[in-house]
């Protein structure tokens, strides 16, 4: 059970691969943002997601009243549930222990921002004695077939060419300002890339990105640039992984495409990115914190 942003939600995915790994055959089941959650189902991954709003969710958090029948009954059927949440954790273990052999485990749903553990290996250290907790995989989105080949008809849709063009994703918009690089960087990096390969610019944009991503507009003036505005989550995802190279702010978007497989460029100004940087081989970090 976790409630967060898109970002949180995919640095999740490391301690669910390593329930699966442990046990292969396990039931693994998730509550928040279904829409966010359902990122993380796939083969390897969950095996399905649910919302938060749950029928009976809210009386967990209701201490002078029995909790909802449905959502008893829905909780009786787990061994393990694991909360991630900044709830008192002696009285929401009670209320979430609804048959006496569960395990139950409550666990701050935010690192130390200003520690070195990474966010990942924070939401792992939850399983310590239920898996192993030493090696950190880094975290991935499972997507389909289906999923991949749908995506290759939206950029045809989109008329970008792939075999003709190298393909670089743009996403300056972030959860707040002052995670957002000045819009000049991304333009820059674009005429750089347009100077060595034939470049197609892929430039998405979410709900709160509008004003971001016109600055962008503004500084890449005539170049090649298509707008992709409010793709569904696992949509984007599979776009994502379609890309040649990613660049973005400390956000959601980035870290989708670092868990799709996308060669990315995370750019830090606010966060620090020993905690909550995208991880693997293919994503190189910019900590720009003292540059903006």
């Not at 928040?32 to 083969?43: H, V």
């Not at 979430?96 to 139950?104: E, K, P």
Request: hydrophobic share 45%; aromatic share 6%.
């Amino acid at each position: 059970m976790r409630n967060g942003a898109i970002g949180d939600t995919i640095l999740l995915s490391s301690a669910i691969l390593a329930i699966r790994e442990q046990y292969p055959c396990a039931w693994i089941e998730l509550m928040g943002n279904k829409e966010r959650m359902e990122l993380l189902t796939g083969a390897g991954l969950a095996d399905c997601a649910v919302s938060s709003e749950y029928k009976g969710v809210e009386s967990l958090f209701w201490m002078d009243v029995p909790i909802h029948p449905v959502l008893k009954e829905y909780l009786s059927a787990f061994d393990f549930i694991i909360c991630y949440t900044a709830s008192k954790e002696l009285a929401l273990k009670e209320r979430l222990q609804v048959r006496q052999d569960q395990i139950v485990r409550i666990h701050p749903a935010l690192p130390d921002a200003e520690g070195s553990i990474h966010a990942s290996r924070h939401y792992l250290h939850a399983l310590d004695g239920l898996v192993p907790i030493d090696q950190l995989q880094a975290p991935r989105l499972s997507l389909t077939k289906a999923e991949i080949a749908a995506a290759q008809r939206r950029l045809d849709e989109l008329g970008i060419d792939r075999s003709r063009h190298f393909l670089l994703v743009l996403h300056a918009g972030a959860g707040s300002r002052a995670k957002q690089a000045p819009p000049p960087w991304f333009a820059h990096a674009a005429q750089a890339l347009q100077r060595r390969w034939p470049l197609q610019i892929l430039l998405t944009q979410g709900p709160a990105d509008g004003e971001a991503v016109e600055s962008v507009l503004h500084f890449l003036g005539n170049s090649n640039v298509v707008l992709l505005q409010d793709e569904p989550l696992r949509s984007l995802a599979a776009i994502l992984k379609q890309a040649d190279l990613f660049i973005g702010n400390d956000s959601g978007v980035t870290h989708m495409a670092a868990a799709a497989g996308c060669p990315s460029l995370a750019i830090f100004t606010a966060a620090n990115p020993a905690v909550w940087a995208p991880l693997g081989d293919h994503v190189r970090i910019v900590d720009a914190r003292l540059s903006v």
